[in-house]
């Protein structure tokens, strides 16, 4: 029987769709992370409005849904704070989801994909016995990070770590470092617009009981704000997403110290999975021990702006051997500013902003 399907604001998702959403996403493993879940996409619309939900029918029974946002050139819902997306349910191809839509071009950046990168994953049963499983590397990793707390406990102060912590100095401290660190590296900076940081806000004043929320841990050396970790999760899967610590202490590896205290914490918090994200470069590499595979990409549909995305793809890949990635940061550059600013004389605006200060940097 062929497919119904059917596009509605995402404010408009009956209790009964949203039931059988969540059955869809039980049912299948690789939809744990906590962004697929019905309630991330509801916020994500609250904070940025125009959230949308194409939903796959057979025989009036629900099988797939894509959350997305945009017009002509769409991404998906909650961009640019989204780090996984997905078909919820069967896997129905984006093109087929999006047919009859105004849409010329779906672009992505981390969907399920057979040859895209690993994911550092790591599902823990307990501390000890995730530990006994790694291998010399993480061994001596781990005895490098003990000598770092022991270093700071000299020179700073004991460390210690507040779990699901609710103190707002500290939420403040990491949305000042991770702000900071956009203007060091002269990255977009996401935070600084009123639905993304709405929502990372909404999200964790939602409380640790909440079925899905943004949990904050935080590592003190002494009385010392060192590390904070915002995770987005579902009491089961916990995704780290807002990371930052006091430069002043990265020396004695603040960030790494906090991930290892929640491995010591994760049963008492009900985590069984820990996820750090795409990527297994960096400190990642001695964590990634349960990897997942996604991948970045754009679909185009039969339109002009689909030939003008077919093509810009096209040119990306062409000029790769050339410039590099350039014409891809550019690209990813646009639309995180495009999925906060949906006007067009403020996107210009920040796009002018962010070169100039890529420009400056490089002469510095």
Not at 20 to 43: N, T, V
Not at 205 to 230: K, M, N, Q, S, W
Not at 262 to 280: K, N
Not at 336 to 364: D, N, S, T, Y
Request: glycine letters at 10%; charged letters at 25%.
């Amino acid at each position: 029987m062929p497919l119904q399907l059917e596009t509605l604001a995402t404010s408009d998702l009956s209790d009964a769709d949203r039931d059988g959403w969540l059955s869809l996403r039980a049912a299948d493993p690789l939809l744990e992370s906590p962004y697929h879940h019905p309630d991330y996409h509801s916020l994500a619309d609250r904070h940025q409005g125009g959230g949308k939900l194409t939903l796959a029918r057979e025989d009036g029974r629900l099988v797939a849904i894509l959350p997305w946002q945009g017009g002509t050139f769409a991404r998906p819902s909650g961009a640019p704070l989204s780090d996984y997306q997905a078909v919820i349910g069967r896997n129905v191809a984006v093109e087929r989801m999006l047919a009859g839509q105004a849409v010329g071009a779906f672009h992505y950046t981390a969907m399920p994909a057979a040859d895209g990168v690993e994911t550092a994953r790591m599902e823990i049963g307990t501390a000890e016995t995730w530990r006994a499983d790694q291998g010399g590397s993480y061994r001596r990793h781990l005895k490098s990070t003990r000598r770092r707390a022991r270093k700071a406990e000299e020179d700073v102060g004991a460390p210690r770590t507040v779990i699901q912590s609710r103190d707002i100095d500290a939420y403040r401290t990491l949305m000042e470092w991770k702000r900071g660190k956009f203007i060091e590296t002269g990255k977009y900076d996401v935070l600084a617009n009123d639905g993304t940081s709405g929502l990372l806000r909404d999200l964790w004043e939602r409380g640790p009981t909440a079925a899905l929320r943004a949990d904050l841990h935080v590592l003190y050396f002494g009385d010392r704000i060192a590390a904070c970790d915002l995770g987005l999760t579902d009491g089961h899967v916990f995704h780290s997403w807002i990371v930052g610590y006091d430069p002043d202490l990265l020396a004695y590896a603040p960030g790494i110290q906090l991930l290892e205290a929640l491995i010591d914490e994760s049963d008492a918090l009900g985590y069984s999975v820990i996820d750090l994200g795409p990527g297994t470069d960096g400190y990642k590499r001695h964590y990634a021990t349960h990897p997942r595979r996604v991948a970045p990409g754009v679909v185009t549909l039969p339109s002009p702006a689909g030939w003008l995305a077919s093509g810009y793809a096209k040119a990306e890949g062409a000029m790769r051997a050339r410039t590099g990635d350039a014409l891809g940061k550019l690209r990813r550059r646009y639309s995180q500013i495009a999925a906060c600013e949906p006007g067009l004389a403020k996107r210009c605006a920040a796009m002018v902003g962010a070169v100039g200060q890529r420009f400056r940097q490089g002469a510095a």
